[in-house]
């Protein structure tokens, strides 16, 4: 079983739209992160969640809203979508009680039209 | 920012030693040094951490120097497959948020 999934995995859309991007883990571990890397390859870490409350908010704009139904499950949402939101997403996932070791899921590629 | 340096693209000739060093000098005591490497088009990967001992595991060896300013992560027998791009971070571990600053990072690649 992957440890970190997310869906989908390409995501193409025109702008104006709204879409949403899942991931889901099962390491039962307490804390999720959404990073974005943008076309130069720089990942940046945008929202982190600790058991479904939100603890980090990069400076995000608020077209991205993050939802943590239960602590397996951390979505981002994405208003009124932008051209320079073309970027891959990635979701990762770490547990207390560890040296914070993050996995990483495979990632979501969002292409803005 | 991140509060790494490293070169910013390596190679190695398969089957040899791959060392990939990382500048820290402004690391705090309680900072740790951990790499993660990126293969192409997928989600960035854990290797090694450590705090001021050299630590080794079925992946990697990481050295720190005695002052901690600055670290080298070793692969000992490269493969192809170890072609990525490596990210050396410095962070407080146990810490809640935990968010990781990544760099430029190293691009490795590992010729036949």
């Known amino acids: 079983d992957t440890a970190v999934s997310q869906t989908p995995k390409y995501l193409v859309t025109q702008m104006g739209n709204d879409k949403s991007i899942k991931c889901e883990q099962n390491?039962?571990?307490?804390?999720m992160y959404w990073y974005k890397q943008d076309s130069k390859k720089f990942l940046k870490i945008m929202f982190s969640y600790n058991n479904k409350e939100l603890i980090i908010n990069e400076t995000v704009p608020n077209r991205f809203s993050p939802k943590s139904p239960d602590k397996a499950h951390l979505n981002l949402h994405i208003n009124s979508l932008e051209l320079g939101d073309s970027a891959v997403y990635f979701c990762?996932?770490?547990?207390?009680?560890?040296?914070?070791?993050?996995?990483f899921g495979p990632g979501t590629r969002l292409t803005v039209l | 920012d991140a509060k790494t340096t490293q070169p910013t693209s390596m190679d190695c000739a398969e089957g040899r030693a791959a060392n990939l060093p990382c500048n820290h000098s402004?690391?705090?005591?309680?900072?740790?040094v951990y790499w993660y490497r990126q293969i192409h088009s997928q989600g960035p990967q854990y290797i090694i951490h450590?705090?001021?001992n050299n630590e080794t595991n079925e992946m990697a060896s990481l050295i720190i120097t005695e002052d901690r300013k600055s670290s080298t992560l070793i692969l000992p027998h490269a493969t192809l497959r170890d072609t990525a791009v490596y990210y050396c971070?410095?962070?407080?571990?146990?810490?809640?948020?935990?968010?990781?600053?990544f760099g430029q990072g190293t691009e490795l690649s590992v010729k036949p």
């Open positions: 390491l039962g571990h307490d804390t």
């Open positions: 990762a996932v770490t547990g207390t009680g560890t040296y914070n070791e993050q996995f």
């Open positions: 450590g705090l001021k």
């Open positions: 402004t690391i705090s005591g309680n900072e740790y």
């Open positions: 971070i410095v962070r407080v571990a146990y810490n809640q948020g935990g968010k990781l600053i």
